[in-house]
């Protein structure tokens, strides 16, 4: 049975602990796998500034959209060719994705398009920079490098019109990411629900949480190793909409190759 964040008493944090008390954040995340961390400050703003942009740029034809393809392909933390910058299309999502190593794509729909995503980007890599160094307990730079950043965000826009993406009543399958820090600013059409392990009970986080307020945050793989275990990373997936109202949703996954192991060593 399914349970919301409220009734499972999942910790909310305001973003003010990272300074104030940081290893309150530390202990939510080693005991529930997740936080949602509140008064966002200008987090608020730059979310929705985000969000009004994406939802305009996909209500344009499908022949305006096309130009938002890039021809540079993001390559993951292994090297490996994964996809084109920009936009991904498709009849059951449509995908906008870019690296954050790699800021020139060469085809964003407007230069207040990319403003207004680069900013909010910014914002949610502060915070998971801030996160991960208090994780770990020493300050972690954020790499300079393109080939050393490999943190992506991408905005996706869901439909909801033509039943599960991937299963029935499923839009993505359950599965973890590879990644370090993740955080998904809440928005007002609920999809995201995530494995809880301490009740062994999925949670449909979003459902008591403020659209437009309030970021969840949760760690993949590689916050896993590089926490010896301590802060397991987060099994989620996102469902279907049952009253068929279209998702949009920014996120950010936070990947430095310091953090990836060759893939000989990595377990």
Request: hydrophobic share 35%; with cysteine.
């Amino acid at each position: 049975e399914f349970e919301s964040a409220e009734e499972m008493d999942l910790p909310r944090l305001p973003v003010s602990v990272l300074e104030d008390d940081p290893k309150a954040l530390v202990a939510a995340m080693e005991q529930h796998g997740l936080v949602v961390l509140t008064s966002i400050g200008e987090g608020k703003g730059l979310h929705a500034e985000l969000m009004s942009k994406f939802k305009d740029f996909c209500a344009l034809s499908d022949e305006e959209k096309a130009k938002a393809t890039s021809s540079k392909v993001y390559r993951s933390e292994r090297g490996v060719p994964m996809w084109h910058c920009g936009l991904e299309p498709g009849s059951m999502r449509e995908a906008f994705r870019v690296p954050t190593g790699m800021k020139d794509i060469g085809s964003w729909p407007s230069d207040d398009f990319r403003d207004a995503w680069l900013n909010c980007t910014e914002y949610l890599q502060s915070l998971c920079d801030k996160c991960l160094s208090i994780t770990l307990d020493k300050p972690i730079p954020r790499p300079e490098g393109k080939d050393d950043d490999k943190s992506v965000s991408y905005a996706v826009h869901y439909p909801n019109n033509r039943g599960g993406q991937q299963a029935e009543g499923i839009n993505i399958k359950q599965h973890v990411d590879p990644s370090l820090y993740v955080m998904e600013p809440v928005v007002d059409e609920p999809g995201l629900e995530v494995f809880h392990k301490p009740s062994n009970e999925w949670i449909q986080v979003e459902k008591e949480c403020k659209a437009g307020e309030e970021i969840i945050v949760f760690g993949g793989v590689a916050l896993e190793r590089a926490t010896q275990g301590r802060i397991q990373a987060a099994l989620h997936r996102v469902t279907h909409a049952e009253n068929q109202k279209p998702r949009f949703v920014f996120i950010f996954e936070q990947k430095y190759a310091d953090f990836f192991p060759p893939p000989a060593f990595d377990d």
